[in-house]
């Protein structure tokens, strides 16, 4: 009897000590977890908030009439052909009377971006007054430049692995001396599109083309899914065939994005001839792959209405359809929509499946309809992940933010929809 009982509390302390050791490995990896998040969140944020803001220099800028108006006629068209990065780089050489030798003279104008040209130019077509002038104004600097201000620490490293010289990098000592230098809120990441120049780059062309491809995943996924997921939960005879398609149907929403992506390459694009790069492929491409997601989402919120609302309705003289339709339906949308979102969401992150119809094109311009060539923003991401200029890197470090933040917002949407119209029964 002694020998039974040594060898059950023999057991019970071994299996307290496996539980233990469980909550151990299970505790060691919610760490685990937090601390890689943690670490990925404060480095993509320590890098990315560099990119909300961009540096600007002060420039007493001389609106020299014989390049501007050598006429004196002050015509529009006169003002627009204009050479106004000679404008920009004399009066930047005045701050450095000294310099003479041509290399150094435009070393010194690249401290001052390309855009501020055409800023300048509709600033004198607005203000023709200013022509023989002097005025002094606050202009863009080069991604360079902007570099430097947002890291101080390679103003430290060696000449031949910085990305100015000694020169260059007196002469901006000089200017933060003279307090000619600021920072300001970068509105061109949110008013423009790509550029090959980090400081006139912006997200707002693949924002956009994100929100056209949503939409065209939304109106095409939703009802279908909807549909298919009523159908077969609802009406669908229970035999072979329909099995058949269930299993296929939880078999597609765990197949990879770039499957999509390449059926959409040989049906849309090779096949139908669709517009490559255009939102309204990008769109039927993701409804495809979020299809199995929002069907599976709307079979199972059916299942969680209780038999006996169906019972009721039929019971009071509706046919199958009708109980389905005005009142199990109704009490499912609640998590149909949570699991809608949650499939959008999913489709806002994705890349793989777009890349794939061309979607990774060098998008200058805002696309302004379904049919335009446009990027989307994980695209938009990956693009200045790959370029070579180091000014991209805050910048790539910025859109991962603003992803994360639409992802955030619409996963938290999700889930106050499921709160507030969930019914427990």
Known sequence: MNNKLNKVKISLVKRHNSEKLFRLYGLAGIISAVLFLVIILFSVIGQGQKAFFTTYIKV?????????????????????????????????????????????????????????????????????????????????????IDVIIKNPDMEKISEEDRLISDKQLSWLDQMRSNNE????????????????????????????????????????????????????????????????????????????????????????????????????????????????????????????VPPSIREAAIGLGATKFQSVIDHVLPLAIPGIMTGTIIGMSRALGESAPLLMIGMVAFIVDVPSSFLDASTVLPVQIYLWKSTAARGFVELTAAGVIVLLVFLILMNGLAVIIRQKFEKKW
């Open 60 to 144: 007493d800028v001389y609106f020299d009439s014989k390049i501007i108006d050598p006429n004196d006629e002050k015509k529009e068209k006169d003002i627009k052909f204009a050479n106004f990065k000679k404008i920009i780089t004399s009066s930047l050489n005045k701050k450095f009377p000294k310099i003479t030798e041509k290399k150094e003279i435009r070393e010194l104008s690249s401290f001052i971006s390309s855009s501020e040209e055409e800023k300048l130019m509709h600033f004198v077509i607005d203000n023709k007054d200013y022509i023989g002038q002097t005025k002094s104004m606050w202009l863009l600097a080069s991604s360079t």
């Open 181 to 304: 230098l600021k920072k300001i809120f970068n509105k061109n990441l949110f008013t423009k599109a790509d550029s090959t120049e980090p400081e006139q780059a912006g997200i707002w062309g693949s924002l956009v083309g994100s929100f056209l491809t949503i939409f065209v995943t939304l109106i095409l996924s939703f009802p279908i899914a909807v549909s298919a997921g009523v159908f077969l939960e609802e009406l669908a005879p229970k035999n072979k065939f329909t099995e058949f398609l269930e299993v296929n149907i939880n078999n597609l929403a765990a197949v990879p994005s770039i499957i999509f992506g390449l059926l959409g390459l040989a049906i849309f694009l090779n096949i139908m001839h669709f517009p490559r790069s255009a939102p309204i492929v990008g769109g039927m491409v993701l409804a495809l792959m979020t299809l199995p997601t929002i069907i599976i989402a709307t079979r199972s919120s059916l299942k969680s």
